[in-house]
């Protein structure tokens, strides 16, 4: 069975930085895409980042493209994103998501999810 598991969260000043892993396990993710959304209370869940699990291209949403930085250690069956230059409204919930085959923004696209973490910028 797929899992995904993300840790890294926690409570940041603005200006700061977090990076937040996503162990996968239980399937060979070499034909994956892995992304990473995020959700606020009472918003709906965003796409943020994607990498296919070759590394060789990513895809970031205009709000955090820039600042973060998605990668993946294939060793690791890891999945990162760097998030540079916290903003009050990065404030959400975090998701890993796994999806076979090419790249979705669209949530229900995505096969796997993790149980998430939480960010939460300070002003």
């Known amino acids: 069975q797929v899992q995904l598991v993300e840790s890294g969260g926690g409570l940041v000043q603005a200006g700061g930085s977090l990076r937040l892993s996503c162990a996968a396990s239980g399937r060979t993710f070499s034909s994956y895409v892995m992304g990473w959304f995020r959700q606020a209370p009472g918003k709906e869940r965003e796409f943020v980042a994607r990498v296919n699990w070759s590394g060789t291209t990513t895809a970031y949403a205009d709000s955090v493209r820039g600042r973060f930085t998605i990668s993946n250690d294939n060793a690791k069956n890891t999945v990162y994103l760097q998030m540079n230059s916290l903003k009050p409204e990065d404030t959400a919930v975090y998701y890993c998501?796994?999806?076979?085959?090419?790249?979705?923004?669209?949530?229900?696209?995505?096969?796997?999810w993790g149980q998430g973490t939480q960010v939460t910028v300070s002003s």
């Open positions: 998501a796994a999806r076979y085959g090419g790249w979705s923004a669209i949530p229900s696209a995505y096969d796997y």
